[in-house]
């Protein structure tokens, strides 16, 4: 049997699955921890006096403090797409954590009020390109047996920057001087480096390495992936004709500009529904009030100890930790439309009860009516962790097909930040008009998110990335010869279609 020998892809990416696995697991839980500091560490903030003292804070000014990093990831969603085609995946997540470490450094500094949402913007921009990057890489690099639990504990591990977040602040919070929020600002430094670090241990995407004349390349990378002891070049080989064959249809297909193609197929305007859909849910389920005010619902439902709102933070963190964790490895057994639908439908119940209780205890010295509505506080953000958080990084990959992938998250993630924009300024009002009424609506909204979601989505469980297009275009995958002609990819073919391989092996 032929026998793998490297020349293209670095030295440095193991061929050994045990250690490259647990550094592509490494890239998941690092980008999304900066994710989670991010937009846990205002959550945090908002609780330490120190905090809202020095910048003399509104209504109106804290919810800007809070819009700002929204208002980055809409401008960074314009970057999202060519950023990763133009440099590659890789590059974009370091370009991303550079954007993110100037950020912080501006926040942890920052003087006075247009500082610091100066700083939160830059932030939201670098955040909002390794959103896009670190999932794209993630999506096309692994196979779908591990696809749906990685890309899953992506957005998982969320709540590990979260909780971060939350022991720093709870650590600071005795701090006598602006350290006790400079020092939890600028901490969130500590992810986007270890991307860094990570980078030059992971290879790039195949699929943007073949449609980047590097073929070569994709198939020492393919070959890595297979994750066996003796890597098979002629099974390399054929993914790669198989994935050359999705690449040529969808040029053929979709020759012109992806933010055009999005709307000319009936499949892909499909997929626009479900992108255009689940980015305004990712924001607008009820999960926005827990990361950035749940200092007022504790106020609401009778907890207002400082103390006690940063270690109830804390342990909400830990709980949507681990049930994040069990929903990412649940997809593939529930699939994604089922696990869906019971979680929209348990934070549709859990919100009702929420408002009920908040009306009935919110004023009372009922202790054990206040509790009980901390525990439907944490049902509802079981639910949202076992059902959004793992699709969140995973599903708008999984339905976009290459050459709109990237396009296509900016959309999804253009209406997440743009409804998070919204959110960071009418929540806090509407929480303090509407009071225990607010919890009511946002049920009614999740009502109508249920319905969508039962019509539209499409299940993905256990194909590959070339088999998913076949469920939106209702067409076979290719499986005929690759034509010589074809200039966007770089190999060369025999007669009989196959990628010689004669450079890349020894016998």
């Given at each position: 049997m032929a026998q793998f020998e490297r020349k293209h892809v670095s030295r440095l990416v193991p061929a050994d699955h045990r250690v490259l696995m647990p550094l592509l697991l490494a890239v998941t839980i690092v980008n999304s921890a900066t994710l989670g500091y991010d937009s846990s560490v205002m959550n945090g903030l908002l609780i330490l006096p120190s905090y809202s003292e020095y910048f003399h804070l509104t209504t109106a000014t804290e919810g800007l403090n809070n819009a700002a990093v929204w208002m980055g990831g809409i401008l960074g969603a314009f970057l999202m797409q060519p950023i990763p085609d133009h440099f590659g995946r890789r590059r974009a997540i370091l370009i991303a954590s550079i954007i993110t470490i100037i950020g912080v450094i501006l926040q942890g500094a920052s003087q006075n009020i247009g500082m610091f949402v100066v700083a939160r913007i830059i932030v939201g921009i670098g955040s909002a390109i390794s959103n896009g990057a670190a999932p794209t890489l993630l999506g096309e690099l692994l196979p779908p047996r591990r696809r749906a639990r990685v890309l899953g504990l992506f957005f998982s591990?969320?709540?590990?920057?979260s909780l971060f977040s939350s022991v720093v602040n709870y650590g600071s919070q005795n701090i006598n001087s602006t350290w006790a929020w400079r020092l939890p600002s600028l901490l969130q430094f500590i992810p986007s480096l270890l991307a860094i670090i990570i980078l030059p241990f992971v290879p790039e995407s195949p699929r943007w390495l073949i449609t980047h004349q590097r073929s070569d390349e994709a198939l020492e990378v393919l070959i890595i992936m297979q994750g066996k002891n003796k890597t098979d070049v002629l099974n390399g080989s054929q993914q790669l004709r198989e994935i050359r064959d999705t690449l040529v249809r969808e040029a053929e297909e979709y020759p012109r500009n992806p933010w055009r193609e999005i709307?000319?197929?009936?499949?892909?305007?499909?997929?626009?529904?479900?992108?255009?859909?689940?980015?305004?849910?990712?924001?607008?389920?009820?999960?926005?009030?827990?990361?950035f005010y749940l200092t007022k619902i504790l106020t609401q439902a009778g907890i207002t100890d400082t103390v006690t709102q940063t270690q109830v933070q804390v342990i909400i963190n830990c709980w949507s930790f681990a049930v994040a964790i069990v929903g990412s490895f649940m997809l593939d057994i529930l699939g994604r439309r089922v696990q869906m639908l019971i979680g929209v439908s348990g934070m549709v119940s859990t919100l009702l009860l929420i408002g009920g209780l908040i009306k009935r205890y919110g004023s009372s010295t009922n202790t054990s009516g206040i509790y009980g509505t901390i525990a439907v506080i944490f049902l509802f953000q079981g639910f949202y962790a076992f059902s959004v958080t793992p699709m969140t990084s995973l599903y708008p990959m999984e339905v976009s097909p290459f050459k709109l992938r990237t396009a296509g998250i900016a959309i999804f993630r253009m209406l997440d930040s743009g409804f998070g924009l919204l959110a960071s300024f009418a929540m806090a009002y509407a929480m303090a008009d509407l009071e225990w009424k607010f919890y009511f609506i946002n049920a009614a909204w999740d009502f109508v998110f249920l319905i969508i979601a039962y019509f539209t989505f499409v299940e993905t469980k256990g194909l590959r990335l070339e088999e998913i297009n076949a469920r939106f275009e209702g067409t076979?995958?290719?499986?005929?010869?690759?034509?010589?002609?074809?200039?966007?990819?770089?190999?060369?073919?025999?007669?009989?279609?196959?990628?010689?391989?004669?450079?890349?092996?020894k016998v």
């Open positions: 591990c969320y709540y590990v920057g709307i000319s197929t009936k499949g892909n305007r499909r997929r626009l529904i479900i992108l255009c859909t689940f980015g305004p849910m990712i924001n607008m389920f009820g999960n926005f009030i827990i990361s076979e995958i290719l499986t005929g010869v690759v034509d010589d002609s074809f200039s966007g990819c770089g190999g060369r073919d025999t007669k009989d279609g196959g990628v010689v391989i004669d450079k890349l092996v």
